[in-house]
């Protein structure tokens, strides 16, 4: 269709309606500038508050667009290679469960990566289908993830040939990309939907070097976090679609449940001004990115006792692919763990990275940073090296159990009668709620699944070695809620 990237309908109606300024009776009730909190405004200023406004026959509905919302979907559906793109103002979380609504219903298969962010396990629970699990590979040099094997793709659906769709988290949090042109030909081989999550990986779609995304390899459906890596403010996502096997309709009645009937008119412009940039500008800033994460690679790395990973790991694990904007880094040679380090990078040195895990933290390079910042990390990391010289490695902690084995459906254990236990006492016990390790969000026992000895052991572990885990039953840390 070739249509004019450098419009911005949604902004331009947005303006449109700023210079009219009707008097206003409708939600919001702060009335353009006049009534926020003071303190936020003194700081943010006035034109913002301005288009925060509501449905109206000039700034469109997100719920049945006809206007300018539907005029940016399509920009955003041509830009991305896409038949249908829709705006999304409650995040990533709300596009997997409309993914996982359209695609199946209660008691249908879906083949669930078991690296999937806690909102795949909230899909499930609201479309009442049945997971089986498929464990990416691990990459035991790191600790981390990797990718999803093809060949354990192509065994799930000989096991389970009824599976009505597989949803794969890709890249996942350490920019690890599973080979996605091979999922989808399996998928399709077995009539089956492949959605990806792809929360992490917008700025894939602008490099080959990153193999171009999700949707371009032969995803029928793919979620983006365009705040995350494309330039939008927090919460702004999309859902493309691009399949004729998916059901339209039903991902637009899904969106309907899963998205704010109030959506905020401030991510819809983000999200249709970052759309315009990246297709500008999108090659250029994921270059930038790259250029920057690539020098930033090459100084850790040549720091005593630090290591940073880089496209070696392609072709392990099943990773097709490492996201080199993201700096996975391991002062574990110097006993420093990941928690340890992310802390002395802030208290001690004020750069802030993304996440820690037991051995690595992570850090996100953005075509936004600069060479000073790049230069800043590379010296507060160099200096906590130094001050450490003297330590002695970390031990080898336990790689995490396999998939736990299922007693009842996510659904099923959510709607069922709980109580706590002290977490020691749990083992043979059903979970009643989702344990993850937060950030990055991935569940270590979903609700259903049977604690067992090794799950109990590793969460002892990843307790002690200071990991921040969500969803234990008290603020102690010493019960857990399971099924009655």
């Known amino acids: 269709m070739n249509q004019d990237q450098n419009k911005a309908p949604i902004f331009d109606a947005a303006m449109k309606y700023a210079k009219l300024r009707p008097a206003y009776f409708c939600v919001p009730g702060h009335r353009y500038e006049n009534g926020p909190g003071s303190l936020l405004r003194e700081y943010a200023g006035d034109n913002i508050f301005k288009i925060d406004i509501t449905e109206t026959g000039i700034t469109d509905d997100l719920h049945c667009p006809t206007g300018a919302i539907k005029e940016a979907q399509e920009l955003a559906a041509e830009l991305f290679g896409a038949d249908h ?3 999304l103002v409650n995040g990533s979380t709300c596009g997997n469960q409309a993914m996982l609504l359209s695609a199946a219903g209660p008691h249908d298969r879906v083949i669930v990566d078991a690296n999937s962010h806690r909102s795949v396990n909230s899909g499930l629970i609201m479309n009442g289908a049945e997971p089986v699990y498929i464990t990416p590979e691990f990459e035991s040099d790191w600790d981390i993830p990797g990718g999803i094997d093809p060949a354990a793709a192509e065994k799930m659906f000989e096991l389970y040939p009824d599976c009505r769709a597989m949803i794969v988290t890709s890249p996942n949090y350490y920019g690890v990309i599973s080979d996605i042109s091979a999922l989808a030909e399996i998928c399709h081989r077995h009539n089956a939907l492949l959605l990806v999550d792809e929360a992490h990986g917008t700025h894939c779609c602008f490099s080959e070097q990153l193999t171009n995304g999700a949707i371009a390899n032969g995803a029928d459906m793919c979620v983006q976090s365009l705040h995350k890596t494309g330039g939008a403010l927090t919460q702004s996502s999309l859902l493309h679609i691009r399949s004729r096997m998916a059901d339209i309709d039903k991902i637009r009645n899904s969106l309907q449940i899963v998205q704010s009937s109030s959506p905020s008119y401030i991510l819809l412009n983000s999200i249709d001004t970052a759309r315009r940039d990246l297709a500008l500008h999108g090659k250029e800033m994921v270059s930038r990115a790259l250029e920057l994460a690539r020098l ?16 070696e790991l392609e072709g392990r694990s099943s990773i097709f692919r490492l996201d080199e904007t993201r700096l996975v880094i391991s002062a574990s040679d110097l006993g420093i763990t990941g928690f340890d380090l992310k802390d002395l990078l802030f208290e001690d040195h004020n750069v802030e990275v993304e996440m820690a895990d ?30 450490h010289s003297s330590g002695s490695p970390l031990p080898k902690m336990a790689e995490p159990p396999g998939k736990a084995r299922s007693a ?12 706590s236990v002290p977490w020691k006492e749990a083992e043979g016990c059903v979970c009643a709620r989702m344990i993850d390790i937060s950030p990055p969000g991935i569940p270590l026992i979903r609700p259903g699944e049977i604690f067992s000895a090794d799950i109990l052991n590793y969460l002892k572990q990843i307790r002690l070695s200071g990991a921040f885990i969500q969803g234990l039953a008290d603020e102690t840390m010493e019960t857990v809620m399971i099924i009655e």
Not at 296 to 311: E, T, V, W, Y
Not at 366 to 373: L, Q, W
Request: glycine share 4%; proline share 5%.
């Open 408 to 419: 009842i459906s996510p659904r099923d254990a959510f709607f069922a009668k709980k109580k």
């Open 296 to 311: 930033a690679r090459k100084k850790i790395n040549s720091i005593p006792g630090l290591r940073c990973a880089g496209r």
């Open 85 to 87: 793109t829709f705006f």
């Open 358 to 387: 037991r051995n690595n933290i992570l850090a996100i390079v953005s075509y936004a940073n600069s060479p000073e910042d790049i230069d800043m990390l590379v010296s507060s990391l160099n200096s906590i090296a130094e001050n």
